[in-house]
């Protein structure tokens, strides 16, 4: 678990008159608000361009990683690519304020909230844009996010390629069907301490669309996942299935080469330790310092 501190503790380590600051999890906006609350720029202006410009070009036409120039003032800020294929224009900037953000009007961070209300996005040229009018609310306590990860187990992988419309038309009970040989066969002896599902990329590998396909796809992507208490088992349990999801019968199958193809050999792939997210949550703090403490070093 780890907490996500804020442009506070940015701020306080470059009081210390550093070179280089090293820190663990935090806010992506706090790297480039922390100077400007240091130099006493409008908070929410400042905070509205740190949002874009953690993402580099990406608020551009077409988006990409290179390097973005932000030029801020008291009303608001510029913004120009370095990249001389790239726009930073109304529309593009705009539209990256809405990255990764709950809410189309606030971006939240542990000091408050930029309001995006009133914000104006006007051309420049071609390739700038000025933006204007965010403002900015104190959060009315000091509140720190907390993420975390829980260890599930061990992961392993089948990946697979199918081409045959009648396996892809009743791939989910082609997909029950297989699960329970599998468990037969691995908990003769053991308890089902495992967890295998499938996704077939192409049809609902992404999400589970609650409308039906007009058209089944010429072929579609299987991945076998597999999740157990130890790696052995894991591989155990997936290896058994590539070789049943293989050759498992049903109606209209024409042949019984082989269901699947597959991209690599061998197509299972252990992956070790496997993890969710299990915590996301906001503790209210007295005293953030205390929690992220400076420490300066001298390299010689």
């Known amino acids: 678990m780890v907490g996500q501190l804020g442009l506070e503790a940015f701020r306080r380590a470059l009081e210390r008159d550093v070179d280089v600051v090293v820190l663990g999890r935090a806010c992506d906006t706090g790297i480039f608000a922390s100077i400007p609350a240091m130099l006493d720029f409008a908070p929410g202006i400042s905070m509205h361009m740190a949002k874009i410009i953690e993402c580099a070009s990406l608020c551009c036409v077409p988006g990409g990683r290179d390097s973005i120039l932000g030029i801020l003032d008291d009303e608001g800020f510029e913004l120009e690519s370095m990249a001389p294929n790239r726009a930073a224009t109304p529309s593009s900037v705009a539209a990256h304020s809405l990255y990764e953000q709950a809410d189309c009007y606030e971006i939240r961070e542990p000091s408050g909230c930029a309001d995006l209300r009133h914000v104006t996005y006007r051309a420049l040229d071609a390739r700038r844009t000025r933006v204007e009018g965010a403002t900015f609310r104190s959060a009315p ?66 999400a589970a669309w609650a409308e039906p396909l007009a058209h089944m796809p010429r072929e579609a992507f299987v991945m076998g996942e597999c999740i157990a208490p130890t790696a052995e088992r894991a591989e155990e ?62 390299m010689t």
């Open 237 to 298: 349990v997936i290896r058994t299935t590539k070789q049943y999801l293989l050759h498992h019968g049903y109606e209209g199958r024409l042949s019984t080469a082989g269901n699947l193809a597959f991209p690599l050999t061998p197509p299972e792939v252990m992956l070790g330790e496997a993890y969710r997210f299990n915590i996301f949550h906001l503790m209210d703090v007295d005293d953030m310092a205390r929690l992220f403490p400076v420490e300066v070093e001298t």
């Open 141 to 206: 306590r000091s509140t720190l996010k907390l993420e975390g990860a829980l260890k599930i187990g061990y992961r392993a992988l089948l990946l697979a390629g199918a081409a045959d419309p009648q396996f892809i038309t009743r791939h989910m009970e082609i997909f029950t069907a297989v699960s329970r040989v599998v468990r037969e066969l691995v908990c003769e002896d053991a308890i089902e301490d495992y967890r295998l599902g499938f996704r077939l990329y192409g049809v609902d590998g992404v």
